[in-house]
Structures are given as structure tokens and as C-alpha cells.
């Protein structure tokens, strides 16, 4: 169980961490709607973590 639950909240931060660092290597580079999300990391930032906490828990709550 503690297995399944590192993964399901493990992996997706990985992926969010690869996002933060894709969004500031390539700044300069992203459409108009992205740009104003990356001027504020912070909301960023607590969307990301929130969705992801978020869904991950609910995606183990529905598989156990």
C-alpha cells in the first residue's frame, strides 16, 4: 500500500519538477498564455502541486 501511494505521488512530482525546469530553460520561447503563468511561479507553482497531490490521491483512493 505505502508502495503504491509513493508512486502515485512520487512520479507525478517528478513530472512537475521536469515542467518548472522545461518552463525556465525555454522562458523566452513559450506562448502568451504560458508566459503570464511563468511570470508568476508561484501560482504556478501551487496549481501544479495541487492538481497533482490532488489527483494522484484520488486516482489510489479509487484503486484500492
Do not use: C, F, H, Y
Not at 38 to 43: D, F, I, L, V, Y
Not at 49 to 56: N, R, V
Amino acid at each position: 500500500m505505502l508502495r503504491e501511494l509513493v508512486l502515485a505521488i512520487g512520479i507525478p512530482l517528478l513530472v512537475l519538477l521536469l515542467a518548472v525546469l522545461a518552463l525556465e530553460q525555454w522562458r523566452d520561447q513559450l506562448p502568451a498564455w504560458l508566459k503570464r503563468l511563468a511570470e508568476r511561479p508561484s501560482w504556478l507553482w501551487n496549481t501544479g502541486i495541487g492538481l497533482i497531490i490532488g489527483l494522484s490521491l484520488l486516482r489510489w483512493l479509487l484503486q484500492r
